[in-house]
T-cell receptor, first 118, second 113 residues
């Protein structure tokens, strides 16, 4: 058990809908990361939050948004869903948010949310 | 742009047959290289972090090494329970990149009894 909690584990929805994925980081970790893993693209970085602020952004679609709350949990919102959004979505957390602090940058991953868009 | 290439894509071994997985990388200002293990349908599990060329780390049957251009994950006398996908990732420096990881596509290892 990594200590990172993701809910729900599975989500089945229809095209055009909106969903919210939730992540609780490990106790004491300030950074939260979101990754997307599909069969043909491997693990792709979406976005990072550090202590409530956006720290880094990957190729995240405009239809996707995220936030980190004062209690450090994070939510990833996916809207206007398309078939191609079907994937595993992972949340990870780490103690630090800056690459310079490498020893505190080990990312621990949750079990993921499997999203199926029908 | 950071690039991480893992080879082979898939590897099938007999129990006890040692081998190595390769991770080659191109990144500006490497701060760390990470190895993860991922079982089907589960989240990646952290194995090792390597920070500088020449560094080595070991854990049970696994040993990771790092050069300036690549990393190797050596598996000695593997067992069926070592079957998984092994992922390599790099952490680059720089204020604008935060502490994001760039992952390779992974090597799917199967160890037959």
């Amino acid at each position: 058990d990594s200590g990172v909690t993701q809910t729900p584990k599975h989500l089945i929805t229809a095209t055009g809908q909106r969903v919210t994925l939730r992540c609780s980081p490990r106790s004491g970790d300030l950074s939260v990361y979101w990754y997307q893993q599909s069969l043909d693209q491997g693990l792709q970085f979406l976005i990072q939050y550090y202590n409530g602020e956006e720290r880094a952004k990957g190729n995240i679609l405009e239809r996707f948004s995220a936030q980190q709350f004062p209690d450090l949990h994070s939510e990833l919102n996916l809207s206007s869903l398309e078939l191609g959004d079907s994937a595993l979505y992972f949340c990870a957390s780490s103690a630090s948010g800056l690459a310079g602090d490498v020893s505190k940058n080990i990312q621990y991953f949750g079990a993921g949310t499997r999203l199926s868009v029908l | 742009e950071d690039q991480v290439t893992q080879s082979p894509e898939a590897l099938r071994l007999q129990e006890g047959e040692s081998s190595s997985l390769n991770c080659s990388y191109t990144v500006s200002g490497l701060r760390g290289l990470f190895w993860y293990r991922q079982d089907p349908g589960k989240g990646p599990e952290f194995l090792f972090t390597l920070y500088s060329a020449g560094e080595e780390k070991e854990k049970e049957r696994l040993k990771a090494t790092l050069t300036k251009k690549e990393s190797f994950l050596h598996i000695t006398a593997p067992k069926p329970e070592d079957s998984a996908t092994y992922l390599c990732a790099v952490l680059r420096g720089g204020e604008t990149s935060g502490s994001r990881l760039t992952f390779g596509e992974g090597t799917q290892l199967t160890v037959n009894p």
